[in-house]
């Protein structure tokens, strides 16, 4: 298990840096770090299906100026993880499917809180910075670069070790302590949590012809699956 | 006085330096302490024997800075640009910073709208939908639908920026990001409607006839319908799922 957490936080270190300090080449989007998360941990294809539901639900909250939207990595983190383990020991099974998705925004929320203090830090670093360029150093500009490059990932691998850590005492200590009859009933939340995605994507895609446009197609994808499950 | 020349391998490694823009993103300055790392090597360049302006100059650049990071790309040629005129004295210095400010709002505007409130809905959706068939299928469409579109526009606004603020002011025009906003958005609304039609589809039908499946299409619509409207009140995602948690709690303590 160790090499496998030594795995999941390095690639989730350079997830955390491609989410703010470099390149957004969306290496941090869910869909990406569930599926890395699930192969990590022994199912690549639980892992994934957390991250296809987990990657649409966040996407209303923009990261515009100073806003800093929930941790969506964290909890893709958290929730691949905890998938492939569940996955490999009680079977994820539809209810605890959900409760590892609802689980997860706690993660979120305890990713942003983090987020917040780094950039708090970077203050400090910046200031250091710019009183070493006033003392005639150019290059501090490079290395205060580094150090909030450092900061972040730093960050991110701890974050990754928490967030997997838990997601693997979740699958092997919570969910066996329900049996399979109440983690059924918690499946009853499961359909809410993909319209949930949708609705975010509608409502940051808002233009004249959206609505129509998106329940059109609603309706007729809904048609083809029912169609296609009624012929099957 | 002549005009300081940037050396090629300058060039390059502002091109990817760029990349490192929000490295040590804070409140106070945000984004300056990577946009002056940026910039560097072309200062290094300009004022090579000149200590004292190459400082002045860094500083310039370290102060308040932020936009969104794609659309720095555009700025950073532009103000390399214009630092290549204040050096050989062309220019006045306050242009570089007038010219920054004026720019890093409107251009953050542009590109928030664009990038996350169009095109990064747009590749997720559809990565989260080719998924169902193969993850690796979904993430490449993720990556690929995105960044095809982010490294050409990060490319092609940091050559029109190394033409002057003119040039970049050009591009801005001709790239009509606005109008491609539009169709990344609706593109956006249909992927996401398919993909609300498949879960749909999947979870409430499991059975009885045309007038179930028409109650089930319904009441998929109006949960839609309904978190749309929480969103726009400024309900988060987090809430709305720490509320979906607690009723689950409650199921399980029932």
Known sequence: MAWRFLLAIL??????????AACQLMLHRPL???????????NMA?????????????????PVGASIPPDDTGAA???????????????????????????????????????????KVNVRIARLTAESVDRGDMQSVEHGLLAGLVLFAVTGMVLTLVFSGAGVVVSQELLPRFGPASRGNFAILLP????????????????ERTAPVFFLTMAAVFGATVLFRWTA | MTMPALAPRSRSAVWRRQFLLQGCWNYEGMQNVGFAYAILPALRDF?????????????????????????????????VRLEERVASGEADPRAIGTFKVGLMGSLGAIGDSFF???????????????????????????????????????????????????????WLKQAALNVRTDDRKLLAAILAGAYAGVFAGRFFVQGGGVPHALASLLLAAAAVHLFAVLFRKAVSPSEILSFLLLVGVLILWR
């Open chain 2, 47 to 79: 004022y090579a024997n000149r200590p004292d302006e190459a400082l002045k100059a860094v500083k310039r650049h370290l102060e308040f800075f932020n936009t969104q990071p794609a659309m720095g790309a555009l700025i950073l040629g532009a103000s």
């Open chain 2, 116 to 170: 996350w409130g169009a095109l990064r809905p747009m590749a997720s959706v559809a990565g989260a939908l080719l998924a169902l068939l193969h993850p690796l299928l979904g993430i490449a469409a993720l990556l690929l639908l995105y960044n095809g579109v982010h490294l050409t526009l990060r490319r092609r606004g940091f050559a029109a920026g190394m033409e002057g603020p003119e040039g970049a002011v050009g």
């Open chain 1, 192 to 207: 809410a949590l993909p319209l949930l995605g949708a609705a975010s994507v509608y409502s940051c895609s808002r233009t």
């Open chain 1, 77 to 119: 983190v958290f929730g691949g993880s905890a998938a492939a383990i569940a996955s490999s020991s009680i079977g994820l099974d539809a209810g605890s499917f959900t409760a590892l998705l609802l689980l997860s925004v706690v993660a979120a929320e305890a990713g942003k809180a983090v987020d917040r203090f780094v950039r």
């Open chain 1, 32 to 42: 990406v770090v569930a599926t890395l998360m699930g192969a990590v941990f022994g």
């Open chain 1, 11 to 20: 690639l989730g270190g350079l997830c955390y840096l491609d989410r703010t």
């Open chain 1, 46 to 62: 639980a892992g994934a299906q957390v991250g296809v539901v987990l990657e649409l639900i966040y996407l209303a909250r923009l």
